[in-house]
Nanobody, 118 residues
Framework: QVHLEESGGGLVQAGGSLRLSCAAS????????MAWYRQAPGKRRELVAR???????NFADSAKGRFTISRDNAKNTVFLQMNSLRPEDTAVYYC????????????WGQGTQVTVAS
């Protein structure tokens, strides 16, 4: 079993910044992709940013140029630096991790609320 501990959410004014962290612990033998998703009220969960074990990244169009994703493999942690935040970024942000090689298991964090005030 793998546990994901998220932190860094909160309330911020439009134009401000937040940094989300997600630390994985437990039965970890090979972490592959790490990612952040978000879900706003009444909307489907959507990918925000993803980073592979090799460091390749991709972003939702809405996040490009404003958000950065990075990871610390030694600490099994993924970060999401969010700059120039907008009210439409308001959502619950979820950490997502894939673990394993021959068989891949996916895990979700409990979510952290990000609220951007206009």
């Amino acid at each position: 079993q793998v546990h994901l501990e998220e932190s860094g959410g909160g309330l911020v004014q439009a134009g401000g910044s937040l940094r989300l962290s997600c630390a994985a612990s437990g039965n970890i033998f090979s972490i592959n992709t790490m990612a952040w998703y978000r879900q706003a009220p009444g909307k489907r969960r959507e990918l925000v940013a993803r980073i592979t074990s090799g460091g390749s990244t991709n972003f939702a169009d809405s996040a490009k140029g404003r958000f950065t994703i990075s990871r610390d493999n030694a600490k099994n942690t993924v970060f999401l630096q969010m700059n120039s935040l907008r009210p439409e970024d308001t959502a619950v942000y979820y950490c997502y991790v894939e673990v394993g090689q021959d068989i891949v298991y996916a895990y979700w964090g409990q979510g952290t609320q990000v609220t951007v005030a206009s």
